[in-house]
């Protein structure tokens, strides 16, 4: 995962970036917010939603703006591609910011732990007491996923070793 | 179609495997043999790799994928996060030749190969397309006639409705779960946030207290427009957030009632007569009364 170099990046290569990273839409916002009427980032009361993300990017605003969380709040509900007169695809723009903000490594601390669990046995979200509970409703131990299964977690730890997500020196 | 992978994603087993249950119970009675899907992983998560590397994303969703076209079946996910991620990296495979490619190239360091053949469902668009109303009607041993439920749809199985395999006529005003759960006999009136978000997920983590604001309007449009006995849900992040989230805004003061809570086939198959310490046994949010409602002589289907 190439790191950027804020200084030298202008209006137009941060256009790219959200492009190569996911939001190609980017150029076709009007502006309009309809996203924002429906998203719920922004009934939640964050700062950093719709079209004022948008035009961050579109005006190259990158540095001023990596270090908001609001998009980690970003539920990727798609209520906002839905509704969209411009096609622009507003979450596909917002998750290609949060992978920028990522190649810079200003992630939510909440990121940490599914990605390190995921790694390590496939599963985002897993609790050693879930046997227990497992047990107590009639069912084995240990589901049939990768859990229990150490050629899947192989496999898993294969992709992501192998990605650029292997070069962030998160796992 | 009368049998189909099932993909369990991390929250219903390890969190509420009760649902697990509840699945297993439901879909062989219904005709519906559940194939396992061995070695399946996390679909990933929004939060993980899909936030990181799409190449990445679509790589981890496509082995899972792969796991149910080496069995021939069609895959039918519990959990609408699981839903959303997987169609639309599936969408995404399957429209854009670029990243196909390199979804070929990263599954090929694992020996395995996408071929699209097996598609995406929810497990209520099995129930509502491949079961159907009238055979859930069939098979019931209670109903819940004169009980009012509120529902919880949730989002990933809404949008967006161009990569998935079953669409509602208007995404916004969704009925596929208000017919499944009249199909057991009670009422499902619309009330005016019916479609918003619980506030589950990346919000719930990123911040807590925002997170449970939108959980706390939607708990009161219930309350106060339809009093509901129970809500029911096919999103197991719902099912987590409305159960947790009610004991926690109780205790802050900020509600003063609770309504049991549970996943749609948790109470199809407590209607269907199976064992509540099996399919519904794990809730933050008491349901032993309205369960022994549910489940009394007095109910008993014909």
């Known amino acids: 995962m190439g790191v950027l170099n804020l200084t030298k990046l202008d209006k137009n290569e941060i256009i790219k970036k959200v492009i190569e990273y996911g939001g190609k839409g980017i150029t076709k916002c009007i502006q309009c917010n309809a996203c924002a009427s429906v998203c719920p980032v922004a009934k939640a009361g964050f700062p950093l ?26 539920q990727a509900c798609n209520r906002c591609t839905e ?56 069912l084995k131990a240990v589901p049939v996923t990768s859990i229990g299964d150490e050629a899947a977690q192989q496999e898993i730890r294969t992709l992501l070793d192998n990605s650029p997500m292997g070069e962030l020196g998160i796992f | ?37 061995e070695g399946a992983t996390c679909c990933p998560a929004w939060g993980t790799a899909p936030s990181f590397d799409i190449d990445t994303w679509l790589a981890v969703s496509g082995r899972n994928i792969t796991i149910a076209e080496q069995k021939n079946v069609d895959i039918m996910t519990g959990c609408n996060s699981c839903f959303g991620v997987l169609s639309e990296a599936r969408h995404m495979i399957n429209h854009d030749p670029e990243r196909k490619k390199t979804v ?3 599954l090929g360091l694992i020996n ?17 397309k491949n079961v159907g109303i009238e055979k859930i009607k069939e098979n019931l041993t209670y109903s819940l006639k004169n009980l009012k439920i509120a529902v919880q749809p949730g989002c990933h199985i809404l949008w967006p409705s161009e990569v998935m395999a079953v669409k509602e006529k208007n995404s916004f005003f969704p009925t596929i779960l208000k017919e499944l759960c009249q199909a057991l006999g009670a009422d499902a009136p619309h009330y005016s946030k019916l479609n918003a978000c619980c506030g ?19 708990l009161i449009s ?81």
């Not at chain 2, 053949?117 to 509502?128: A, G, M, N, P, Q």
């Not at chain 2, 589950?200 to 939607?218: C, E, F, H, N, Y």
């Open chain 1, 49 to 74: 939603y719709g079209r004022l993300l948008y035009r961050k990017l579109q005006t190259g605003h990158f540095e001023e703006i990596i270090e908001d969380s609001s998009s980690w709040a970003c």
């Open chain 1, 83 to 138: 509704i969209c007169p411009q096609d622009a695809k507003p979450f596909e723009i917002v998750f290609a910011f949060r992978r920028m903000q990522a190649s810079e490594l200003a992630i939510s601390t909440s990121a940490f732990t599914p990605l390190m669990n995921l790694h390590a046995t496939g599963h985002s979200v897993y609790s050693e007491a879930s046997k227990e509970l497992r047990v107590r409703v009639g």
């Open chain 2, 1 to 37: 179609m009368n049998k189909c992978g099932m993909y369990l994603g991390c929250n219903i087993p390890f969190r509420a495997p009760d649902i697990e249950q509840s699945f297993y119970k439901v879909f062989p009675a219904l005709g519906i043999e559940v194939v396992d899907m």
């Open chain 2, 104 to 106: 070929d190239k990263n």
């Open chain 2, 112 to 128: 395995r190969k996408f071929q699209g053949t097996s598609e995406i469902y929810h497990v209520s668009h099995i129930l509502y």
């Open chain 2, 200 to 218: 589950m997920g990346a919000m719930r983590s990123t911040d807590q207290i925002r997170s449970l604001g939108l959980v706390k309007d939607k």
């Open chain 2, 222 to 302: 219930m309350q106060e427009e339809i009093a509901p006995d129970m809500i029911v849900t096919t999103c197991s992040s719902c099912y987590l957030q409305f159960d947790g989230a009610q004991k926690i805004l109780k205790e802050k003061g900020e509600i003063d009632f609770e309504i049991p809570v549970f996943y749609y086939t948790q109470l199809l198959a407590l209607c269907m007569g199976f064992d509540p310490k099996e399919v519904a046994a794990i809730s933050e949010t008491p349901r032993d009364a309205i369960i022994e409602k549910i489940q009394s002589g007095q109910r008993l289907a014909n």
